[in-house]
Every structure is written in C-alpha cells, then in structure tokens.
C-alpha cells in the first residue's frame, strides 16, 4: 500500500519511497506525519485533515437580560473569522481554487498549469501531477501505479528558474549529468497550449509539442499530450485504467 508524509523540503504533502524519504528525492528526515493512501476505489489523492484548534471555554458570567445583544453579536463576529480563515487556509493548501489566480488571463492560467505539469513530471511530484489532469483521470488509477509510473520515466531533474514574459513562461531545468534544458510554454490556438524544448541558452527553434486542455471547476487540467494525429496520450478515465490495465 502507497503511504504518504509532509515534506519539509518540498513544502507539500508527497508520496513516500519504500524508505521513508520523499518521493522527489528528500531523505526520511524531511518527513513527518506520514500515512497510508486510501485503497481503490476511495479518493485517491492523499487528503490530510489539519487538527481542530481547541478553544477554551469563556467563563460563564451571571446572566443578565441587557447583555444578550451583546453576546450574539460576539458569536457572530467569532464564526465569521473562523469561515475567513478556514477559506484562506484551503485556498493557499489548494483544496479550493485561488481567486488571486483566477484573475490571471486564460492565456496565462493555461500556461501555468501546463508549466506545473511539466514540473511534475520532472520532478516525480505525484500530488502536483494529480491537480493538473482532470478530475476522473486523477481517480481512475491506483495511487500506487501513478508513482510507479513517474518514478520509472522521471530522471533526477531540479527547475533551476521560472520566468514570465506576459503570458509566456520559461523555465529552465537541470538534469543529472548537468545538461540544461529551456521549456518555453504558452497559450496556442483555440484550448491548447505549446511547449518548446530546447538546450538553454540555445538560439535554435526547438521542438514543440501542442497539449490539449480542459476547463473544469477548478480551473484548466491537461486533457492529452498532442493533439489530433499525433496524440501520444490522453487524460480521461478509459485511457488510464487501460494503461493501468497494459502495465501490470
């Protein structure tokens, strides 16, 4: 059974390696609270539930009938904090879509959530990957085959930098052997967006592939890599548990 821990380094919570340590390469020491996923057919995502903070009781003071005003009107005030706050919290964790974000163009909103993809899959971030496909995608594989999956096809990669130019954003990243890549990612025609790749710093035009993207709820999701005849692969229920299916 996958189990799952917060990570200090990463600042998430994370799937864990038979050792304890972080999925995307911390030891055990960054670890702490770890758990076990759920089994099939629960939600899949690792779902941590922030402790409850306890308040002490007010001291109960005589009743007197002017004061009931008051009274009310305290309880209020302390129950709409507690909504604010518990708002705030799951907007930043991402349990909730942030409004700051949703400001951003759509150009850019796709654009980012492409970029996040991307880091994903370079940096084996299961929990990260799993926002950024489709809600019936994220959910129709085992938890344990997505990490077996990005674990086989991910090299030891780190982003070294981000950066936007309007609503393009390049990122560099850095393999083991040290070589440098350039992604170049931004919003194509219609619901796509266009990755470049090529050798950082290199004037040359690289290579593109177009993703397909999907408006859900909570913002847009990566539908497939490629688009028409040269999709490689595409993010919906049926083709997951299929490749769940071929790679036992």
């Not at 950066?163 to 992604?183: C, H, I, P, Q, Y």
């Not at 290579?207 to 497939?224: C, N, P, Q, R, Y």
Request: charged share 20%; proline share 7%; net charge neutral.
């Amino acid at each position: 059974m996958a189990r799952a821990g917060y990570c200090s380094a990463c600042r998430n919570y994370v799937f864990l390696n038979p050792d304890g340590g972080c999925g995307n390469g911390h030891g055990p020491e960054y670890v702490s609270n770890p758990y076990e996923v759920p089994q099939p057919g629960a939600p899949a995502s690792p779902v941590y539930q922030p402790p409850q903070p306890a308040y002490a009781a007010a001291p109960v003071a005589p009743q007197k009938k002017k004061r009931t005003g008051l009274v009310i009107a305290v309880v209020i005030i302390a129950l709409l904090l507690l909504c604010c706050c518990g708002a705030a919290a799951a907007a930043l964790s991402g349990a909730i879509p942030n409004p700051l974000g949703m400001l951003e163009s759509p150009e850019r909103q796709k654009a980012q959530v492409a970029g996040d993809f991307i880091e994903a899959l370079l940096t084996a971030n299961l929990v990260q990957m799993r926002r950024t496909i489709p809600a019936e995608a994220a959910s129709a594989a085992d938890p344990t085959f997505w990490m077996k999956k990005l674990m086989e096809g991910t090299p030891n990669t780190k982003i070294t930098s981000k950066s936007w130019t309007s609503d393009t954003l390049t990122m560099v990243v850095e393999d083991a052997d040290g070589t440098k890549r350039e992604f170049v990612v931004k919003a194509g025609t219609g619901d796509t967006v266009d990755v470049t790749t090529r050798e950082a710093g290199s004037t040359d035009t690289g290579d593109t592939l177009t993703m397909a993207m999907k408006k859900e709820l909570d913002g847009w999701k990566v539908l497939s890599l490629g688009t028409g005849s040269d999709e490689l692969i595409r993010f919906d229920a049926a083709s997951m548990k299929k490749l769940q299916e071929e790679n036992k």
